[in-house]
């Protein structure tokens, strides 16, 4: 069973373009967590989506950051008009349910994002 | 809201000594749940122990033990026997689990060195 795929690893865009962050959760999982991590800092939650749905994006910066989780095909985390300062390592994790009892979230390996 | 607050920013420890490193939490909730991670340098997320808020015995996972102390609202992590391998950052992180999903909140993290 593999684990939660991440691609690119590594993507480097120029200020102004858009980068595109792909998450793959693992087999039978259908609810995901990103988290971005800025350079020397830990975890921030941005958002979590089920199959179609936003369910909780009060992590997400409100312009030009956006994510999406399509019945079919791997989570998307969608950055326009990328500046230096989105430049960080963006997680994505996968449970199988949601809250109320503990579920384990299975993280990703990141997506390094250097914006020049 | 909820808050992680780790107040060692690095730990040097020698070889086959053990190690605490600290966690304080702060929320209002009476249902959550307390988690290790460990970041090497290559980057990954690697999840270590879980503790929650309702469990009577500390938990432990091999080396990884959470003390965890509910009045004072710690949840620190001993590691014994410390192996040159464990050299990375450390995160403590919470959930709560009420329903409407498991989002994380981190710790700003400790770097343990382990020396010979």
């Known amino acids: 069973n593999a684990g939660v795929m991440q691609n690119p690893r590594h993507l480097v865009r120029r200020r102004g373009q858009e980068a595109r962050l792909r998450c793959s959760p693992m087999k039978g999982h259908s609810h995901v967590y990103w988290y971005r991590q800025l350079p020397e800092e830990g975890l921030k939650f941005m958002v979590y989506l089920q199959k179609e749905n936003i369910i909780d994006e009060s992590g997400m910066p409100k312009e030009r950051f956006s994510a999406e989780f399509p019945k079919e095909g791997p989570s998307i985390l969608r950055i326009q008009q990328v500046v230096r300062g989105d430049s960080a390592a963006y997680f994505c994790?996968?449970?199988?349910?949601?809250?109320?009892?503990?579920?384990?979230?299975?993280f990703g390996p990141g997506t390094r994002l250097t914006v020049l | 809201a909820q808050k992680i607050t780790q107040t060692q920013p690095g730990m040097f420890v020698q070889e086959k000594e053990a190690v605490t490193l600290d966690c304080t939490y702060d929320?209002?909730?009476?249902?959550?749940?307390l988690f290790w991670y460990k970041q090497p340098s290559s980057g990954e997320m690697i999840f270590l122990i879980y503790?929650?808020?309702?469990?009577?015995q500390n938990a432990t996972e091999g080396r990884y033990s959470l003390n965890f102390q509910k009045a004072r609202k710690s949840a620190n992590l001993v590691i014994s026997a410390s192996q040159l391998g464990d050299s990375a950052m450390y995160f403590c992180a919470m959930t709560i689990l009420t329903g409407g999903g498991n989002k994380l909140t981190f710790g700003t993290g400790t770097q343990l060195k382990v020396e010979l």
């Open positions: 929320t209002s909730d009476q249902s959550y749940g």
């Open positions: 994790a996968s449970s199988v349910t949601e809250g109320g009892a503990y579920n384990e979230q299975f």
């Open positions: 503790q929650g808020s309702y469990d009577e």
